[in-house]
């Protein structure tokens, strides 16, 4: 929140974010400025806890339920603070974009909020799968909308977490915070996909595309013959006397292609 006006440059909704109204928190974020000049650095209303931090122009607040440890809550606000103010505020133009009300560039800090305080928790042995309803990300602009465009990228219902993490080329913090905010928002959900190990059974698809493998075709062949439910991995490899290594190899690459699914 901007002191000098009392409004409100960024909201980040936790918790039912369409419900929230921006004129009721401008208001409230006013009353908790009168609280800042007399050095309150928390409140507790009914069941929220309200906590402050206050940096040259900008108060920072985080709203939030009973949690067991506040602390760390506390930590996390104070690192929010500190990534914005050597963002924007150690800037040497910063007095005077203060002086002309020129400090619409905050709204654009979510990309440094959501890897330090995620929307939701992500378990990263689940599978992220895009949901055909989505709600609006009101702060979904600029260089957030750049990154998250980068994430979606690398959804394709088939990587867990820990694969896009692993392959994609930005923070890890910055990856979760962005699939926690496609979660809260309805863009996925997080599935469980079976593991391919060598004791799955797969079946193959009525109709899957064409597959080109190191192997001759009619060895491919047999092999997709083989996958019917019935016969695991590690049994198809003994059937064809093959490393398991390799069918699990070329297992994946036909899931891929859609031309195996996994047995029911």
């Known amino acids: 929140m901007w002191l000098e006006t009392s409004f409100c ?58 949690v067991p440890d506040e602390a760390i809550y506390r930590q996390a606000l104070v690192k929010v603070k500190e ?15 203060v002086k002309t009300g020129q400090i619409g560039m905050i709204c654009e800090c979510a990309i ?13 042995q689940l599978t992220p799968e895009f949901r055909s309803r989505r709600e ?27 694969q896009i993490v692993d392959t994609i080329p930005i923070d890890v913090n910055l990856v979760l915070g962005l699939l926690s905010v496609l979660l809260a928002y309805d863009w996925i959900e997080l599935i469980r996909v079976p593991s391919l190990g060598d004791t799955l059974t797969l079946v193959k698809e009525p109709t899957g595309s064409e597959f080109n493998s190191f192997l ?3 060895r491919v062949e047999e092999l997709i013959h083989d996958f019917n439910g019935e016969f695991p991995i590690n049994q198809i490899a ?3 006397k093959m490393n398991p290594s390799v069918v699990l190899f070329i297992a994946r690459q036909l899931l891929e292609k859609g031309i195996l699914s996994f047995a029911a």
Request: charged letters at 25%; aromatic letters at 8%; one cysteine or more.
């Open 238 to 240: 003994d059937n064809h």
């Open 216 to 218: 001759p075709s009619r």
């Open 9 to 66: 440059l960024l909201n980040v909704p936790y918790h039912d974010p369409l419900e929230i109204d921006p004129d009721m928190l401008s208001a409230l974020l006013r009353a908790i400025q009168h609280m800042m000049n007399d050095g309150i650095r928390r409140i507790k209303k009914r069941q929220s806890t309200y906590l402050f931090e206050i940096n040259k122009d900008l108060l920072f607040v985080l709203i939030m339920q009973s």
């Open 112 to 124: 440094d909020v959501v890897p330090i305080l995620p929307l939701r928790s992500i378990d990263q």
């Open 136 to 162: 609006d990300i009101p702060f979904n602009i600029s260089e957030f909308s750049d990154m998250l465009d980068l994430v979606c990228g690398f959804i394709d219902g088939k990587k867990t977490v820990a």
């Open 83 to 97: 990534k914005v103010s050597s963002k924007f505020q150690d800037r040497p133009e910063w007095p005077r974009l």
